[in-house]
């Protein structure tokens, strides 16, 4: 870690200064978002001194039951947001449809999607959980409905990140020049930089899937994990170890920080709506971080940035980490 902290602000306008391209709208969007993510964090770490456990006793546009922390995080995003003049539009996972800036704010050159509380599986027993981020550019004479201005391929994300709500709260960021990370300084309420380039390694010993699924995967993902487990006299001729958080920030920021392979394939039961997780929220923005870091991103059979997005809550498989067992995942289902 540097001697002298570095504050994200400071960070962003060093960074795209020496990318020749100065950005002020976006790094205030990202001010914005990340100050939302502070209010978040606080929320969360009330735990239930703050009474915020427990379900919100609604449903999502996908049919899952809402916790009390979804649709505070959902709020506290969409409060910070809608009156800073960034933003053309604001998409979430949590919301049935895409919003427009109200009428009595300003209006500015973004579009801006998120998770607002991802692994909220893992709210009430206390385990780590985040908010995943994607910004897009709003295109300028935008015809249709709302919702064709976001479906944009990710290869098109000018920002994308997350917060990890963990023992610490930290903030991975890229704006297409590396992967950069912060952590919150809960005394003085800011981010701090600790971690710049993080970088994926190529191979890996370490594997992340819901085991419990097994029985429901495809040929070429039972293949891939039935030679992991096989260890160092199988084909690989290594052991591997496996993690499982269940929360998608939580097991990919393991594998930025120390490489690994993260799997949430299609299998029989996420076959009919296109796989579990949710392209435009969650595989994008983390897709464009791990390529960032070095990484690779697919869903077996296509890489995840360049898919051009149907609709709004479309799902994916996932497949991300380290370049080369990505590769060899996406190897195994073209039947090599
Ligand atoms: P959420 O956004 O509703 O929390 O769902 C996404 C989460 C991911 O964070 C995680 O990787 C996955 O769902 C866990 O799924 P499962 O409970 O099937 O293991
Ligand atoms: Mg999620």
């Known amino acids: 870690m540097p001697t002298k902290p570095v504050f994200l602000t400071q960070f962003l306008i060093e960074e795209m200064r020496e990318h020749g391209e100065q950005m002020p709208d976006l790094r205030l969007l990202i001010e914005v978002v990340t100050r939302a993510c502070k209010r978040i964090s606080i929320a969360i770490g009330k735990g239930a001194l ?24 959902n709020d506290i995003l969409m409060e910070a947001n809608e009156w800073g003049g960034h933003l053309a539009a604001l ?10 800036i109200p009428e009595q704010f300003p209006k500015g050159g ?27 550019r709003a295109p300028r004479r935008p015809t249709g409905p709302l919702e064709e201005s976001f479906l944009q391929a990710g290869t098109q994300q000018v920002c994308a990140g997350y917060a990890l709500y963990g023992p610490s709260t930290q903030l991975v960021l890229t704006i297409g020049t590396g992967v950069h990370v912060f952590t919150l300084d809960r005394e003085l309420g800011s981010f ?15 594997f992340s899937i819901n085991a419990s699924n097994a029985r429901h995967w495809e040929a070429p993902v039972k293949r891939y994990i039935d030679e992991c487990l096989a260890g160092k006299d199988g084909p690989r001729g290594k052991d ?18 120390r490489g690994g392979v993260f799997m949430y394939p299609l299998d029989a039961k996420t ?47 996932v497949i991300m980490g380290s370049k080369n067992e990505v590769e060899r995942v996406a190897s195994y289902h073209a039947g090599g």
């Not at 899952?64 to 979804?70: F, R, W, Y």
């Not at 701090?192 to 370490?206: F, G, K, N, S, Y």
């Open 50 to 73: 703050g009474g915020v456990l427990g379900e919100a006793g609604t449903g999502n546009i996908q049919g899952e039951a809402q916790k009390k922390l979804d649709v505070l995080s």
């Open 110 to 136: 973004y579009l801006l999607l998120f998770d607002p509380l991802d692994g909220s599986s893992n709210i009430d027993v206390n385990i780590s959980v985040g908010t995943i981020f994607s910004v897009l």
């Open 91 to 100: 998409a979430s996972e949590e919301m049935d449809e895409a919003v427009m």
């Open 240 to 257: 591997f170890n496996m993690r499982w958080v269940a929360s998608m920030v939580s097991d990919v920021h393991r594998i930025l920080t």
């Open 271 to 317: 076959k009919a709506q296109g796989g579990k997780l949710r392209l435009m929220y969650e595989a994008n923005p983390m897709s464009m971080l791990i390529e960032q870091a070095g990484g690779a991103a697919s869903t077996g059979r296509e890489r995840i940035l360049a898919i051009k997005p149907g609709k709004l809550h479309q799902r994916v498989p």
């Open 192 to 206: 701090v930089l600790t971690q710049r380039d993080l970088r994926i390694p190529a191979d890996t010993q370490e």
